[in-house]
Structure formats: structure tokens, C-alpha cells
């Protein structure tokens, strides 16, 4: 796979450092959201229906320093909302890198072109671009025409300028494997390594029509596969996925995995998100009340019903990471062969016992509202008491 060398190293070494140490639970990926303000509304998209008072709120340079050293996972994706719209995140980035993690820009690429002299090219830095599809399909995705092309060629700006690019895509049940296999053949002629993904089915979307519930998943990417590998067989190059071999081949059917949430644990302005960055229900005030109190069980498919078809990248990848760490000889056969496409799926995981899904997103913007309003209050206070002290002296 597409993963650099260097990456694969720091990676792997961190995570046998953790297996020695006999740690069950640790993050391999920091999913940093320095803001949930957004230049497009993606009617798949469950992180911008908040109030602007919210919307308008940004993680300093340092809380995001803090939370990066907190944390100690090796890599840091910052999404959003859209990262390129926060006026230090060129700062955020500088300091990131310097710490020598792997930092994944997610961006929609509208402000790519106009903002890339706030970075320098780096073996620790990539751009990430959200790409869903090729153009007729990216342009419903997002809901607006043009976005696609405007991506494209801030994808060839940012290569040209020395940058590492790769796109990522949330992949929904309406586009066909054919669809699907065209778009993972543009990029990869395109010289950018792909990130592909199920869509997860935001509560708060707005669209609640397209997104794949499991069995639909393994058809799909199935089908997919067996195009790859036709692809290939006709003298071409393999796609450039950047995942790991059995997280592939859980996408196909082939592995039972049950997620792993805090393998990409989320701060954003609220603190620490629980469980997931798919899922709110609630916060932690530290990363570590965030590892040592939550109720992990509580979670994941047959657990919980909002997790009944989640087959995210970021529950999944770092349960076949840790798949891959105890089992090397099965990884490896599996990334000789990739990714299975015919024959019987692997069981499917039981929901008879999972809990209800519970609603308490409204309590939580109105938790923070309050909490903002009482900072208000605290600073006019404050203020006022300044300038009653200067009027005195």
C-alpha cells in the first residue's frame, strides 16, 4: 500500500512499543478539529448543524499543542468544518511537524491554491483532499457545481509546489462499483494515493437516504475489488489505496472486527468527544479521563444501535493494525493475495442485544451555549471592572 516508508516505521515501532508495554488501549491517530465552521454544506455531513456562536469558535495554536502532546499518537488528522478557514492554522501545522507527527490536512480544497504559502512541503505533512467521486457525483456530494474541478486543480498546485497529496472518499449507495472503480482509477493516474470509506450515518445529515447499511458495504466494495483486480490483470497500475491490507479486506467481508473508538480519539472545541469522531455522546474534559472513563463496551457494532452499519476507517483501521501486530503471517498472506471477492462473507457480528440509540445532541450544543454565555458574562465583568480601576487611578 501507499503508506511512505518512513510513516509505516514510526508507526509500527510505536504501536510494539505499546504491545510491550502491555497497554490495551491506545490512540494511533489524533483526530484534531480546530473548528466546525465549513465553506460547503454536505447534505451527508453531520459536524456543521450548530449555532453560529459555535460555529465561530477556534482551538488556539497552543490547546492544539496541548492536545497533540497529551495524546502521543503518532499521527494528527486535523478535519473540520474546514481547517484552511482558521486564520493560524498555517501555526498549528509549523507545530505539529516539529514535534515530528505525521500531520493529514483534511481540506475540501476551495482555499487550498490561495493558502498554501502558509506551509512548507514535509515527509510529515500531506494534504488530504475530500473528494467524492469523480465530478457529477463530488459536485451532489457537496451540493454545489464546480467544487470538483476547483479541487482537481488545487491537487496539481499543491503537487506541483512539493507537496504530498491524497484524496480521501465517503463512499454512499448511490454510486455503483463501476462509479466507484472509475474514480479510484482517475486518482491513481493521477499520481495521489486514496483514502476510501463507508459513509456513517450522521444522525444530525440531512440526508438519511444514501448511507450503506454492512451487508450492502461488502457487496459493493466486493465488486469493486474484482474490478481492481482486472485492472490489473490488463497490465495496469494496482490503485494507490492508503490502507492497510486487512482493513481492505474487512471492507470485503473477509474479516469480523469490532471497532476500536479509541484508536482515533477526537478533540475538538467541546474537549475530548466520546466515543468517536462519528459519534457524539459527550465529552471528556482530558485525553486521559477520555481513555480511563468512558464506557467503551457500551459501544460499537451489536452494542449500540448508531453503530449497527459503521464500517469507518477511523473505528476499523486500528482494529487491523492491531490484527496485523499479532498475526504477521496472516497479514502478509492477506496482502499478497488482497482483498478476497468471492466466496462465503465472514459471520456477521449479532445486534439482538445492542442498546437503544440515545438522542442528546441538543443537550449538548445547549450545554455549551450556557457555557459560553457564562464566559461572557465572566469577561464583561471583568472588563468592566478594568475600566472602573482605570477611571480611578
Known sequence: MSVPVRQMAMVGA???????????????????????????ACPGCGKIDYPDAILNKRLSPQECFDAVDECGAPVVAIPGGEPLIHKEIGEIVEGIVARKKFVSLCTNALLL????????????????????GLEEEHDKAVDQKGVFKRAIKAIKAAQDAGFQVNVNATIFDNMS??????????????GVSITISPGYAYERAPDQ????????????????????????????????LNHSSLYLDFLAGNQQYMCTPWGMPTRNIFG????????NEGYASSFKELMEETEWDQYGTGNYEKCADCMAHCGYEPT??????????KTLMVSLR????????????????QRRAKYIHDELVQKKMEEEERLKDLHDAKKGRDEVSGTAA
Not at 16 to 40: A, D, S, T, W
Not at 272 to 279: G, K, M, T
Not at 320 to 329: G, R
Request: proline share 6%.
Open 320 to 329: 487491523a493494525a492491531a490484527d496485523a501486530a499479532a498475526h504477521p503471517l
Open 14 to 40: 510505536y504501536v510494539m512499543k505499546q504491545r510491550l508495554m502491555g497497554r490495551k488501549r491506545y490512540p494511533l491517530v489524533l483526530m484534531l478539529e480546530p473548528l466546525f465552521r465549513c465553506n460547503l
Open 338 to 353: 488482497g482483498p478476497k471477492t468471492k466466496g462465503d462473507f465472514a459471520p456477521e457480528i449479532d445486534l439482538t442485544d
Open 113 to 132: 491554491e490561495k493558502k498554501l504559502n502558509l506551509f512548507k512541503p514535509s515527509p510529515y505533512l500531506f494534504f488530504s483532499v475530500h473528494l467524492d
Open 272 to 279: 475530548w468527544q466520546r466515543p468517536c469522531y462519528l459519534l
Open 177 to 190: 462499483a463501476e462509479q466507484v472503480a472509475a474514480y479510484l482509477d482517475y486518482c491513481t493516474d493521477m
Open 209 to 240: 437516504e444514501h448511507f450503506l447499511e454492512r451487508r450492502r458495504t461488502k457487496e459493493l466494495f466486493r465488486d469493486v475489488f474484482r474490478m481492481g483486480e482486472e485492472r490489473v490483470k490488463a497490465g495496469k497500475t494496482k490503485w494507490d
